[in-house]
Nanobody
Framework: QVQLVESGGGLVQAGGSLRLSCAASGNVFSIGAMGWYRRPPGKQRELVARVTNGGDTNYADSVKGRFTISRDNAENTVYLQMNNLKAEDTAVYYC??????????WGQGTQVTVSS
């Protein structure tokens, strides 16, 4: 089975940094766009950042200038570098990827908590 597994979440003080990773494993022969989404407490899931297989990126306005998305195609991995974290960044962060030309897949999520 193809799996997406996130890691790197945790508890951090406001102004600090975290780096999230998401690795695809299993029978992977193609990955298209990859992205990070988050679900704050009591709110709907929202797009944080997205990167195409060609390297084009998009960011939510709330994270521009603070977060950076990148990918390593050789390792089937996407990263999210989060700097200058704010309390409002607290959420469960989910990895998303289009694998093997199929429907987008989701990771299990990783908790990011920012204390102020």
């Amino acid at each position: 089975q193809v799996q997406l597994v996130e890691s790197g979440g945790g508890l951090v003080q406001a102004g600090g940094s975290l780096r999230l990773s998401c690795a695809a494993s299993g029978n992977v022969f193609s990955i298209g766009a990859m992205g990070w989404y988050r679900r704050p407490p009591g709110k709907q899931r929202e797009l944080v950042a997205r990167v195409t297989n060609g390297g084009d990126t998009n960011y939510a306005d709330s994270v521009k200038g603070r977060f950076t998305i990148s990918r390593d195609n050789a390792e089937n991995t996407v990263y999210l570098q989060m700097n200058n974290l704010k309390a409002e960044d607290t959420a469960v962060y989910y990895c998303n990827a289009a694998i093997n030309y199929g429907l987008p897949r989701w990771g299990q999520g990783t908790q990011v908590t920012v204390s102020s």
